[in-house]
């Protein structure tokens, strides 16, 4: 069963950094601290992958959901980092 939530991890994790990584500004302006945000996902995604694939026995119901949530915010935000840390509150 733990093998199946490491899988599931696994490829939630592949996809959010696929989807930053295939991300298309499209005209929008170039923010240094968003890419850097950005880039933080990108490797922080990309070791947890990592880690999974050499440590598949140690994943949880929780660690697993946390990296389904991250990837569908990610890709409810079409890879757009910026609008992952927008607020529309004054």
């Known amino acids: 069963m733990h093998i ?9 994790h592949i996809a ?3 989807r930053v990584l295939t991300y298309r500004k499209n005209g929008a302006r170039h923010r240094h601290r968003v890419s850097w945000v950005a880039w933080a996902l990108v490797a922080v995604s990309g070791g947890s992958a990592i880690e999974l ?8 119901f929780f660690e697993a ?14 890879g757009n ?3 992952l840390l927008r607020s529309d509150e004054l």
């Open 4 to 12: 199946s939530f490491a899988l599931i991890a696994l490829a939630a």
């Open 53 to 60: 694939t050499l440590h598949a026995a140690e994943v949880g």
């Open 16 to 18: 959010a950094l696929v």
């Open 81 to 83: 980092v910026a609008r």
């Open 65 to 78: 959901g946390t990296a389904v949530l991250l990837a569908l915010f990610v890709f409810g935000a079409r």
